[in-house]
């Protein structure tokens, strides 16, 4: 007779994947979720009343710096970052040192994950080598590795022909081509959304038509190849309405928006915060609005951080010397919980954001409790209130950081071990 290893008792399960919302234990039982319903059980158990119990969140959008950039982020205190925001799956982006590029670099990922990482770590493989947007990478060689997208991450495809030439390649091995849409001859090295704040302040600007353009093009690609083609951090109302209509003619597109491209706008610009500095830009409220209304009727498919850690040096210069990004996913679900606060999504719809879509698009095999899956859990408190001022993560580059935000992370089991505590 087996005997469970952990029950998380008493608490709100939600599993947007079932569609299941109901005060219950779950049980788990070797790593894997083995009931959930009233039980007797003796083992560990945790108390989850008043609590949300709910699949481990799940980011397409991370970036670990390891190999090569050790000093920002390492896999190791990526993946505590991750567990600490809930997360339980996080899909590595292939711009490190050198690039993930080809099987080698593949394989000391996945071997260094499986090494230091207490969550799962999928990483994202490049689209051309050396990331330069001239050749492709060996794209099935890294399949074989591990890999489970392609993508040049913040260095767009301008090479039309390349593109198409990715698209075709990936399709033949399953894998979704991940896109920085910007066109980067309209965009002219801006450092912020061009507007009425870039103006004022006198920074050079980027029209988000460098985005929208961009995303057109391949959509017309993506028609001619049938191939699957995510937007990364969608930022602009015009590339919503490109997405809603290219979902209407059945191409295969999903897209993903960040937190902090639905909470902020280019006002966060105005007195130079550099740690407000990120590619795409923030833009404006009639974006962020395009934005929620996208995540509202599913022409946005889910969440993800783009979790860009950068050290102090990075970031305590002159704006147009500071590195673009943000760290992100330690502040994740509190800033998401504003989405239900102001009635865009309810809770299960923002929790199905966050797990099986994510997983859905990358063909993860995650965000689910259903019996037999890996017992990849988060327990979230979404009354609790902490001030941000500590992380896991080695950078501190957040915008956020100092605010008092509501929502917490109580607890986050993975393969049924519990990697983050936040009593501890």
């Not at 009233?38 to 710096?65: M, N, Q, W, Y």
């Not at 998401?336 to 309810?346: A, F, N, Q, T, Y």
């Not at 950078?395 to 519990?418: C, D, E, H, K, M």
Request: glycine share 8%.
């Amino acid at each position: 007779m087996a005997f469970p290893t952990l029950v998380l008792r008493g608490g709100r399960v939600i599993d947007p994947s079932r569609k299941l919302d109901e005060i219950s234990d779950l049980v788990i039982v070797d790593g894997k979720i083995a009931s959930i319903g009233a039980t007797k059980a003796t083992a560990e158990v945790i108390d989850c009343s008043g609590k949300i119990v709910a699949p481990g969140f799940v980011d397409l959008h991370v970036h670990l710096r390891e190999p090569g950039h050790e000093y920002k982020e390492d896999i190791a205190s990526g993946a505590r970052a991750a567990a600490a925001g809930g997360f339980t799956t996080i899909c590595c982006m292939p711009n490190t040192e050198p690039p993930n590029d080809n099987r080698a670099v593949t394989e000391l990922i996945v071997r260094r994950a499986r090494e230091a990482a207490c969550v799962n770590v999928r990483p994202v493989g490049a689209i051309s080598k050396g990331l330069k947007g001239e050749s492709l990478a060996e794209m099935g060689e890294m399949k074989d590795a591990g890999i489970v997208a392609v993508s040049d991450d913040g260095k767009p495809v301008m090479n039309g022909a390349l593109m198409r030439r990715a698209l075709e390649y990936a399709r033949t091995f399953g894998l979704p081509v991940v896109q920085h849409a910007e066109d980067l001859d309209l965009a002219q090295g801006g450092l912020m959304n061009e507007g009425a704040v870039s103006t004022r302040i006198g920074l050079r600007g980027q029209p988000s038509a460098a985005e929208s353009t961009m995303v057109a093009r391949d959509l017309e690609l993506v028609a001619l190849t049938g191939a699957r083609y995510h937007v990364a951090h969608i930022s602009t109302a015009a590339s919503v309405r490109l997405l809603r209509e290219a979902k209407a003619r059945k191409l295969p597109v999903t897209c993903e928006v960040t937190p902090h491209h639905l909470t902020l706008t280019d006002a966060a610009c105005a007195h130079y915060d550099t740690h407000a500095k990120c590619a795409p830009p923030l833009r404006t409220t009639d974006d962020i609005a395009a934005l929620k209304a996208g995540l509202a009727d599913g022409t946005i498919d889910c969440i993800a951080t783009d979790h860009a850690p950068h050290s102090s040096q990075d970031k305590a210069v002159e704006f147009a010397e500071a590195s673009f990004g943000m760290i992100g996913l330690e502040t994740a679900f509190a800033l998401c919980l504003r989405l239900l606060d102001e009635g865009v999504l309810s809770l299960s719809a923002l929790l199905g954001k966050l797990t099986y879509a994510p997983a859905r698009v990358f063909e993860l095999g995650a965000g689910t409790l259903a019996i037999g899956a890996p017992a990849d859990v988060v327990v979230l408190d979404l009354t609790q209130e902490r001030t941000f001022s500590r992380s896991h993560s080695k950078s501190r580059n957040s915008p956020f950081w100092g605010q008092t935000l509501r929502g917490a992370v109580a607890y986050t089991v993975v393969g049924g071990n519990i990697v983050h505590r936040e009593s501890e």
